[in-house]
Every structure is written in C-alpha cells, then in structure tokens.
C-alpha cells in the first residue's frame, strides 16, 4: 500500500506563541521548545487547527463525519476518542531562504533555552530586529480585555515573519486515495488563519502556506519516489468525491486466512535499533495523588506489537487501534504478519549504545541485577566501587548499599564491567509536558484540571539522540521462515512508536549475544543463576507479611519447569534477590473489557539453585529447558492463547530469562566458589 507525506510550511507573523514549560526569569510564558533548545510547534496543536478546518470543509462539501475522524481523530471535547490514521508531526522554523516544504524535514542547530537566544534565532531566520518580551493581557469572550491578567510572555516579535513547516503522514488502499487525502489537508492548511498561543489570549497570523507532497511504496526505502507540486493535486471538489466513495472501515473476512501450522525451520532473531525523531511517550504509574504519568525508560514489547498492528492497520487506512486478526483487509500485503502477529515475541527496546555505526554493531542494555550492591550510595564515578552479591558476598567491615540504598543501580546498564569498577549506564533525557483543560465556554482553564506526563526527549542538551534495542524472536518454526522475515524487515522501518505515534529511525543491527553453553562452562561448577532481564509472571503461591519467598520461588520455579519438560527437585531454589510489583493491564484482543491486576516479579530478579550449571547442562532435559527458557521466554499457562487473559507473556516482551549470566562472574570474585 502507498504511503504520503505532505510537507506543509506556514508563514506566520508575530507576535507568535505556543507556550512551553520552564518559564524563567520573570516570564509567564516562554515558547515551546524541544529537549536541546529548538524551538517547535507541537504537533498535537498542528493536529487540532488541522481537524478544525478539515471539518469546516467536510460541513460545507459533505463529507461523512467519519472520514475526518479517521484521519484526525476527535478532540477532547467530542467525547470518545478516535485515534487518528494521520501522524502530524511538530512544526518547525526554517530559515527565510528555506521557505518551501519540499525538502523533508530539518531541525535548526540547538539553541540555548534562553529568551536572549530566542530571539536570537527568531532574528536569524527573518532578518529583522524585534522584542524577545511581549507584554498583554487576556482577552475574555467579549473580545474585551480581560482584568488583572496582565502577562510577560516571549514570542516570535511582533511584525516578523517566520517559515514553519512539518509533515503529515498517511497511508491508504491507492494513489487516488492519497492524492485526495493531500488535496483535502492542503485546503485545510490554507483556511488555518490564527495559530499558536493558548485560547482567548491571542496568537499569531498565517500569511501565507505552501504545501508538497511525497508517495512512496513502504517498506522499500530506496524504491521510487513520486514528488507532487500543490499545484498538480486534483481539486478539491473531485477529492472530496474520491474521499465521498472509499471505505472508511475495511471489514475483515470472516475465516479468511487462518493461522498456518507450525513446521520447518526456526529463523533466527532479528535486532534493531530503534532512534527516536521526536519526543517518545511510553506511559508508566500515575504518581499518586496527581494527574501525572511517569514515563518508562523502555519500550515494552507490547508496545512495539501495537505500534506494529497500527502501521498494519494504517497500510490500508484502517484506525490504529484495530485488533489485527486472521482474515484482515491487509492479508493480501502481509499475509505473514497477519496470520502470525499474536504468536510473534516481541523483546522489550532497552535504552542502548552503538559500539560500530559503520558496521552497525550495537550492545543492548539491561538492567542491573538486585543482586548488585555498591560500596557507597554511587554507583559512577572515579571511586564507585560496585560489585555482585552472588559470587562475592559483602566481606566483613563492608556495607553493601543495595537498591534503593543506592538510587543509580535502578538505571539501565550498557556494560558488564569488572569486579569492583563503575558502572556504565544508559543516559536518557526526559522533558515534562503540562497541559490544563480548557473550558469551551468560558475559554478558561478548569480548576483542578492539571495534567501532565514525562517525554523520553529525542535528543539530549548536545544534540544526541538516544538509541533503544530490541529483538524480533520467532519462537515457533515456519513452512518459508523468509517470508515471514522479509515482511518484517518491510515494515518495521514505517513504525511509530508510543502514545503520541513519534516518528523514528529503525534499522537492523548486530547484537553479538554469548551463546548459552559457552556461559555454562564458564559457571563450571559454581550454581546455576537465572536472572530476569524483563517482569514475569511467575506462578507464586500464597505468602504473607515477612513470609521467607524462598520456599515460593522454589515451587514457581519447578512449575515453570515441569511446564517446559523437565523435573526439578524440591529445594532447587537456594537464594533469592527478588522485588515484587502488583501491576494492572487490560486483557485480551484489544477489547478493553476487563482490567487485571498480575502480581509480577520485576526485572532483575535473581535465582540461585542449588544445582551446580555443569551439572544442570548434563542433564538432558534441564539442558532443553533453559534452552527453551532463552528462546521462548518464561511461559505463564498451559494454554496457547494466555496473552487473552493477562499482557505478561513472553510475545509481549515478558518473561524474558537469562542462564548463567556474565553479569554475576565478572562483579564477583573471580576465582572463588560461592
């Protein structure tokens, strides 16, 4: 299916805003900006101007309601939420002798966040001098100001006039279709007068917008590309009509395309980088008492699954959120894929580092066992000092600072180290965003109405753009494992990730992972570790208050095995480094119909058993076990389709074990038995 891009620019004269957080220095607003200083129109008000006019539109040509909503969604104050099939991404200024919007998309130098570097930046792009501070007060419905709101706010100077321009993103069943899509936003921009700043206060004005458009075939990076001038898109009124016909929901066919029989070969695990372009929202806890939401340091398998079955769904402009089953409109494109998705394990994207761009070598993060301590309440520096408590205890006179005694141990590591030596972690830039709920009437904010999340920025103060890792695992064999491959490798590059569907850079990489058995040799006869690198719903029976979990993890543990073919004896879990988190999730093909609460066991959990690694691996059906534990991940029922009842299963990135993991041997005493 054909993918669009329209490149919008908007020339819009000042005074212009769209206030950001951090106001410093005596201001009340200061503009919006990215995490290393850019300044930036966020897409979400891009999104809501464009919604605005394309509904005006479809008022006076009528158009159903539902096109427009599948391609813009609906705003807050519409009630139940659409999610849009168009991704709109944030405007941002271009130099004056850069007006146009063919070129693709380029972020100008970081600047300082400073209002002296604002307007700084304002002045190079338009040439022309002005005030970085406005002052104004707040204008009431009545068109009246309004008393006792006076405001010092930075903005683009009054007078000057500034290119900015960003992107929207869609796919559909034909070129006819994008056309028409293009046609109708183009006209849309063009009937967006005032932009920016936050309603009855004022904003800036568009003089004047230009708009070009790109088609592409997806998933074929360096197949033909079809630039189209605004001037060679079909009018408006025969868009509409094209629009008028299509389908706004494909249906899918009932029994189409069942799943295929497992059989023939196993295709080893693809890996891919994946680089954030814009801001990256991956919701976590709600902090309690407030209306903010923590965003992860991860992407969660499930995470990257949906954002999967969303581009699925978008090839053939269908909503996002659909589940994708059996039977799908997009078969015929992806006829793996949609077949295999629910059966397909998906690893959790941790924060990463390249170690050969030229060759695109990369070493995934993890995080650090709670089996780790440092001597001291740091973990970096010159004189951190970290070692691991399973292969060397903390020796008498010393005190262990273990999680949370020592904060930085909760940080995704990128290396193992060496006994004894810093730890080096994965650094992630975050940004808060704010936001407060407008009152339509009154165009006021509502009291109690502040809500606001953290953002994983999509670089850091020097410009750096994070890197997340993940792997695509086929645990089931496959008739033609290439094409099921090959369908992957064509997608995954048209992914947007997150809640806010950011736009990102995925690529394949080489993750050189220790085979399993050369780590068993190297455990020799020390005991047998599994370590948890991600949560995982271990079958625990009942325990109280103070209860010893030992005894717990020792029957989830035979369990897990006895599921996987192999018999432990009673006793087999000797120590336990271990956290426990009640965490919810809703269950079953996206239908939201029931909400679970699954006591997990977190990520970085540590088991010892009692068994020595050499021994385990002679017996040949403990060997196949933790062969399967690696490969297939921790499985939490006997039925095939438990990802119904509860989202921590190994598709879903959960689960995901570690045998004998270098981690303990290299921060333990080296030579010494535990």
Request: with cysteine.
């Amino acid at each position: 299916m054909p993918r669009c891009v329209l490149s919008i620019a908007f020339l819009v004269e000042g005074p212009f805003l769209t206030a950001g957080p951090g106001a410093t220095g005596g201001l009340d607003h200061v503009f919006d900006r990215t995490a290393h200083g850019g300044l930036r129109v966020p897409r979400s008000h891009v999104q809501g101007k464009l919604r605005e006019a394309v509904r005006r539109l479809a008022e006076v040509f009528g158009l159903p309601a539902t096109t427009t909503d599948m391609l813009f969604g609906r705003g807050e104050a519409d009630g139940d939420a659409v999610t849009a099939s168009a991704l709109v991404s944030d405007l941002r200024p271009r130099r004056a002798d850069a007006p146009t919007a063919t070129a693709p998309r380029a972020d100008l130098a970081p600047t300082a966040a400073t209002p002296a570097a604002a307007v700084a930046t304002f002045r190079s792009l338009g040439g022309a001098e002005g005030a970085d501070r406005i002052h104004r007060t707040a204008v009431g419905v009545s068109g009246s100001a309004k008393e006792h709101t006076l405001r010092c706010e930075e903005s683009q100077p009054r007078g000057l006039a500034v290119w900015w321009a960003g992107q929207v993103e869609v796919q559909g069943p034909d070129r006819g279709y994008l056309l028409a899509v293009a046609a109708l936003v183009a006209a849309a921009a063009r009937c967006v007068e005032p932009l920016g700043m936050h309603k009855g206060v004022g904003s800036g004005v568009v003089r004047d917008v230009r708009c070009s458009a790109t088609l592409a075939s997806p998933g074929q990076p360096n197949g033909p590309v079809e630039m189209v001038q605004e001037a060679d898109l079909p009018p408006l009124e025969r868009a509409v009509g094209t629009l008028r016909g299509a389908p706004t929901v494909a249906e899918d066919a009932p029994g189409a395309n069942p799943p295929a029989t497992p059989a023939g070969a196993r295709p080893a695990p693809q890996w891919w980088a994946l680089t954030p372009l814009e801001p990256l929202y991956v919701a976590g806890v709600k902090i309690p008492g407030s209306q903010f939401q923590a965003c992860l340091d991860h992407l969660p398998g499930s995470t990257i699954k949906g954002a999967i079955a969303a581009a699925i769904n978008r090839s053939v402009g269908r909503r996002p959120d659909l589940a994708v089953r059996p039977g799908h409109p997009a078969r015929a494109t992806w006829p793996k894929l949609v077949a295999g998705l629910a059966r397909l394990r998906v690893r959790h994207a941790r924060a990463s580092r390249f170690l050969d761009t030229a060759h695109g070598r990369a070493a995934r993060g993890f995080v650090v066992p709670l089996s780790a301590y440092a001597l001291g309440k740091r973990a970096t520096g010159a004189d951190a000092k970290v070692f691991d408590a399973v292969f060397r205890p903390p020796a008498d006179g010393e005190l262990p600072y273990f999680l949370p005694d020592c904060p930085e141990l909760e940080q995704p590591a990128v290396a193992v180290g060496s006994a004894g030596t810093p730890v080096e972690f994965a650094r992630i830039e975050r940004t808060d965003r704010l936001r407060v709920a407008i009152d339509e009437r009154t165009l006021a904010a509502k009291k109690s109405q502040l809500f606001g999340h953290e953002e994983i920025a999509d670089a850091d103060a020097n410009g750096a753009r994070p890197t997340f890792v993940f792997a695509v695992d086929y645990p089931f064999p496959l008739m033609l494992p290439a094409l099921l491959t090959d369908e992957v490798k064509r997608l995954l590059p048209m992914v947007r990730a997150g809640k806010t569907m950011a736009a990102c850079k995925i690529e394949p990489v080489v993750v050189a992972e220790e085979a399993l058995e050369r780590r068993v040799r190297a455990y020799g006869d020390r005991p047998l570790v599994l370590t948890l690198r991600t949560d995982a719903a271990l079958d625990l029976p009942a325990f109280g208050p103070g209860d010893d979990l030992t005894p717990a993890y020792d029957h989830a543990w035979r369990v897990t095995f006895q599921r996987l073919g192999a018999t432990l004896p009673e006793g087999a879990v000797a120590r336990v480094f271990a956290r426990q988190s009640l965490r919810g999730g809703w269950a079953g093909k996206r239908r939201r119909t029931e909400f679970k609460s699954t006591l997990v066991t977190t990520a970085g959990s540590v088991f010892v058993f009692s068994i020595a690694a050499s021994r385990a691996w002679q017996e040949a059906a403990i060997q196949q076990a933790l062969v399967r534990l690696e490969r297939e991940g921790l499985p939490v029922s006997d039925e095939p389709d438990a990802w119904e009842s509860t989202p921590y299963v190994p598709e879903n990135g959960f689960g995901e074990v570690v045998a004998c993991d270098a981690w303990h041997l290299a921060r333990g005493a080296a030579g010494a038995n535990a």
